[in-house]
């Protein structure tokens, strides 16, 4: 929640990043609230010493893309939550997130603010960095040169995307039908890109007869879209599509994506779920990476989700092919997802009764524990976030997914 303990926060965050590095660029969303906070977060990197760029209002992949001529970028934003949450993403130059060694470095810093040491002599001013978006759209513009004289329909959602979506995709020629795309910093509608938020984008796509429909989240490194019938794609097939139109024969995504995407030929490696472990792992290779919920990564840009250049691509592909033919060549099998109440320090103590009871062929203690079986795979997995443990189960039919789902809770809550 986004109070005077996070602006309070914001300001230690400063003071320790500030004192370790010297170069920074800072860039927000459109929240209400990210106003005071960058304030806080300035005012402790330039009492710390740091030169400080303001990018403005900007998504999360654009401040990526700018902060390879820095030493760390600062994104203010909760990406996909509510408007009256906030917080702070710290990035590396080529784009990645903070790693777990150096979050404890900064954490470190914050428990022991008082050995810090504020000169007047070196603290610093700041200046306003005005080429942030530009310099994005230059770049993905250069892997998508051409004119595509196709009709969009694009759902900023009243986020960071405003800025820089429309924009590119007129430049790119394309005819827009505008939803949310001015900035609001209480959001027009839930912020998630998933189904049942995007109701209003799956009917202007209809009654527009649009080639696709685009949507963003608060900070856009998410995108998800909606194809020339108006159906939402989901995530396992947009995966699968954008994969495929990268030129992709190695892969990153994560323990929960579809069984699917490793019928389609494509060199798959899997992580733990979570945008952060896709990048990390990508950088041991791969030319393309992904989650279900909409992160997609292209480590030519950055090693950031950029759902920015995202929506460039699908714009490209939409202009050559019937995305609703792409979305239906793609196999789809039935995945159920939900959450039970109880503390994910219990996961460990569950495994066993798991593997005991449901009898897998093989399983992965990567993140949860992950049973794979004959006609499908179950992921039971603690919360990273909330006092909940998550199970996701998917299998070739809906009667195995739901009998799968249903025998895992059943074992969970005895054992709980």
């Known amino acids: 929640m986004a109070d005077q303990e996070l602006i309070k926060l914001a300001f230690q965050v400063g003071l320790a990043a500030g004192s370790l590095y010297s170069e920074i660029i800072v860039g927000r969303d459109t929240r209400t609230s990210g106003s005071a906070l960058r304030h806080s977060l300035m005012a402790g990197l330039t009492a710390a010493g740091a030169h400080c760029c303001d990018a403005g209002i900007v998504p999360t992949p654009t401040l990526a893309f700018a902060a390879r001529k820095f030493q760390v970028g600062i994104m203010i934003t909760a990406s996909h939550n509510p408007p009256e949450y906030n917080g702070l993403k710290l990035l590396n130059p080529d784009g990645s997130a903070f790693s777990g060694l150096q979050q404890k470095q900064i954490e470190n810093l914050i428990e022991n603010s008082s050995s ?149 030929g494509f060199n798959v490696r899997r992580t733990r779920v979570g945008d952060p472990y896709v990048s990390e792992e990508l950088k041991n290779g791969g030319e393309f990476g992904g989650e279900p919920s909409g992160a997609w990564f292209f480590p030519r840009i950055s090693f950031c989700p950029d759902g920015i250049y995202a929506a460039a691509l699908i714009t490209a592909i939409a202009s050559n092919h019937q995305l609703s033919d792409l979305a239906d060549s793609i196999p789809y099998y039935p995945v159920i997802r939900g959450n039970l109440k109880g503390s994910p320090a219990r996961i460990n103590d569950l495994k066993n009764n798991l593997i005991e009871e449901l009898n897998p062929l093989s399983y992965s203690t990567l993140d949860g524990i992950k049973l794979n079986f004959a006609h499908g795979w179950l992921l039971v997995r603690p919360s990273g976030t909330e006092p909940k443990i998550r199970v996701t189960a998917e299998a070739k039919n809906r009667d195995d997914a739901e009998e799968l789902y249903r025998k895992s809770t059943e074992i969970i809550k005895k054992y709980l």
């Open 116 to 264: 810090l040491k504020l000169d007047w002599d070196r603290m610093k001013s700041e200046d306003f960095f005005e080429n942030a978006i530009a310099d994005h759209i230059t770049r993905i513009r250069r892997d998508f040169p051409d004119h595509h004289g196709i009709r969009v329909v694009v759902d900023c959602g009243g986020g960071a995307a405003c800025n820089i979506t429309p924009v590119l995709l007129e430049s790119m020629g394309c005819e827009l039908i505008k939803i949310y795309c001015e900035p609001a910093g209480i959001f027009p509608r839930e912020m998630e890109p998933i189904e049942s938020n995007l109701t209003e984008l799956c009917q202007a796509v209809r009654e527009s007869g649009a080639n696709l429909g685009i949507a963003h989240d608060g900070d856009a490194d998410r995108m998800m879209a909606v194809d020339d019938r108006g159906r939402f794609i989901p995530g396992d097939k947009m995966m699968a599509i954008l994969a495929k139109y990268c030129g992709t024969s190695s892969m990153v995504t994560t323990l929960d994506a579809s069984m699917s995407i490793d019928e389609m």
